[in-house]
């Protein structure tokens, strides 16, 4: 069964130092996602990616983060200037139509420690 | 807006008892409703949903959720838990429309002893 993939599963790093998470979605997906869960807290949406842009962002993608698919099967997050706030785990999703009926498939998640 | 709160971060049961996890979710557009589990070192997996129609909704591993609008809720039962429905599992609302993201809860994580 085809399944989101990410790496690393643990990212270490720094105050100040970027980092770049990478994801692989579903071959024939279409609409990528990224969330977050800060440790205790709730699961959180930061950001919706088709056709090669953005198509929704919360009020946490800042100017700090930012998304790209470089290639036809990556698809990463970009934080520039990591803060002690962005410890968190962040999970990658697709979908085949972004809709109801294709639905979202997450990734195992990548857990992010900024020290 | 929409919101989704979950009661109770922990819930503890023994195995053959009966599994209740609560949801409550707030919208004002008719909601569509979710339940994922998440198992140690896994992803997300969809347990079931609600759209339309039927309020009873049957999911994988003998799950079920009932979506009672009157009372806002969508609670996940299971007759009867298993050691392995030990994880946790989070209730997820979103809309019809544009890029559907989901509006997540806490999330409980769910523990079952002999």
């Given at each position: 069964?085809?399944?989101?993939?990410?790496?690393?599963?643990?990212?270490?790093?720094?105050?100040?130092?970027?980092?770049?998470?990478?994801?692989?979605?579903?071959?024939?997906?279409?609409?990528?996602?990224?969330?977050?869960?800060?440790?205790?807290?709730?699961?959180?949406?930061?950001?919706?990616?088709?056709?090669?842009?953005?198509?929704?962002?919360?009020?946490?993608?800042?100017?700090?983060?930012?998304?790209?698919?470089?290639?036809?099967?990556?698809?990463?997050?970009?934080?520039?200037?990591?803060?002690?706030?962005?410890?968190?785990?962040?999970?990658?999703?697709?979908?085949?139509?972004?809709?109801?009926?294709?639905?979202?498939?997450?990734?195992?998640?990548?857990?992010?420690?900024?020290? | 807006?929409?919101?989704?709160?979950?009661?109770?971060?922990?819930?503890?049961?023994?195995?053959?008892?009966?599994?209740?996890?609560?949801?409550?979710?707030?919208?004002?557009?008719?909601?569509?409703?979710?339940?994922?589990?998440?198992?140690?070192?896994?992803?997300?997996?969809?347990?079931?949903?609600?759209?339309?129609?039927?309020?009873?909704?049957?999911?994988i591993n003998g799950f079920e959720a009932e979506f009672k609008k009157s009372e806002t809720s969508f609670?996940?039962?299971k007759p009867s838990a298993h050691m392995s429905d030990a994880a946790e599992y989070f209730c997820a609302?979103?809309?019809?429309?544009?890029?559907?993201?989901?509006?997540?809860?806490?999330?409980?994580?769910?523990?079952?002893?002999?």
């Amino acid at each position: 069964e085809p399944e989101v993939t990410q790496t690393p599963s643990h990212q270490v790093t720094q105050m100040g130092q970027e980092v770049i998470l990478r994801c692989v979605p579903i071959s024939n997906h279409l609409y990528f996602y990224w969330y977050r869960q800060i440790l205790g807290q709730k699961v959180e949406f930061l950001v919706s990616f088709y056709n090669n842009e953005i198509s929704e962002k919360s009020e946490i993608f800042d100017d700090q983060f930012s998304v790209e698919r470089p290639d036809g099967s990556n698809f990463t997050l970009k934080i520039r200037s990591t803060k002690l706030e962005d410890s968190a785990m962040y999970f990658c999703a697709s979908s085949e139509e972004g809709t109801l009926s294709s639905g979202w498939f997450f990734g195992p998640g990548t857990r992010l420690t900024v020290l | 807006a929409q919101s989704v709160t979950q009661l109770g971060s922990h819930v503890s049961v023994s195995e053959g008892a009966l599994v209740l996890l609560r949801c409550n979710y707030s919208s004002s557009v008719p909601p569509y409703l979710f339940w994922y589990v998440q198992y140690p070192n896994q992803g997300l997996q969809l347990l079931l949903k609600y759209t339309t129609g039927a309020t009873l909704v049957k999911g994988i591993n003998g799950f079920e959720a009932e979506f009672k609008k009157s009372e806002t809720s969508f609670h996940l039962t299971k007759p009867s838990a298993h050691m392995s429905d030990a994880a946790e599992y989070f209730c997820a609302v979103t809309r019809l429309g544009g890029y559907n993201k989901l509006i997540f809860g806490a999330g409980t994580r769910l523990a079952v002893h002999p």
